[in-house]
């Protein structure tokens, strides 16, 4: 079974934090995506890897930057959290071809106080 | 420009059938997708559909989709309490690999 991980299901930080969300899929997938899911928005891409080093913002990428150093692990850092950035972010991977579908995490519920 | 439309709510008695719409706008998608999240949990893969199938049936659930109006559906027989949860309709170009959600589909079952 494919596995994705994130490391923390729930994290509390203060406005102009530093935050890292770490995100490890254990099936050798290329893809990488970070999602961010607000009720009434649903799921909004924030940033995408199709390979190491490799990144691609999606379609809310602003006040947010990715890492992709190791093929099984997609970073999310939030440079200087700010409240709008009060979320549930849920991380996604899936093999190269588009016939694959995408595995979610459990997802990080983040609160910036 | 891509977009997945699909209902906020949708309310059914326990043993009764479940049927959850859903509309796109681009015509190139190539699969189609239905996912639920139960709640506290991410997104889990319920079934696809290819865009040149008109259905497709596993054990509780039949997906419809209609190409000519760009509509897909997602029916559960005999819904029951463990159905409980948000469906998110999902689309895929082939290209570049991403995928376009809809805002999710919140089925309640009443007793």
């Known amino acids: 079974d494919v596995k994705v991980t994130q490391s923390s299901r729930y994290l509390v930080k203060r406005t102009g934090e530093k935050v890292f969300l770490e995100c490890v899929q254990d099936?050798?997938?290329?893809?990488m995506f970070w999602y961010r899911q607000d009720p009434g928005l649903g799921l909004r891409l924030i940033y995408f890897s199709y390979d190491v080093k490799m990144k691609e913002k999606g379609d809310i990428p602003e006040g947010y930057s990715v890492s992709r150093e190791k093929k099984e692990r997609f970073s999310l850092i939030l440079e200087s959290a700010s409240t709008n950035q009060t979320s549930m972010y849920l991380c996604?991977?899936?093999?190269?071809?588009?016939?694959?579908?995408?595995?979610f995490g459990p997802g990080t519920r983040l609160t910036v106080l | 420009g891509e977009d997945v439309e699909q209902s906020l709510f949708l309310s059914v008695r326990e043993g009764d059938s479940s049927v959850i719409n859903c509309t796109y706008t681009?015509?190139?998608?190539?699969?189609l997708y239905w996912y639920k999240q139960e709640p506290g949990a991410g997104l889990q893969l319920l079934t696809y559909?290819?865009?040149?199938?008109d259905m497709k049936q596993d054990q509780r659930l039949t997906v419809l989709l209609n190409k000519k109006d760009k509509h897909l559906s997602l029916r559960i027989a005999d819904t029951q309490t463990g159905d409980s949860a948000i469906y998110f309709c999902?689309?895929?170009?082939?290209?570049?690999?991403?995928?376009?959600f809809g805002k999710g589909t919140r089925l309640h079952i009443l007793p």
């Open positions: 681009d015509s190139s998608s190539t699969y």
């Open positions: 999902a689309e895929s170009m082939g290209r570049d690999d991403k995928i376009i």
């Open positions: 996604a991977s899936k093999q190269g071809t588009s016939t694959d579908t995408q595995y």
């Open positions: 099936m050798d997938h290329e893809n």
């Open positions: 559909i290819f865009s040149n199938m």
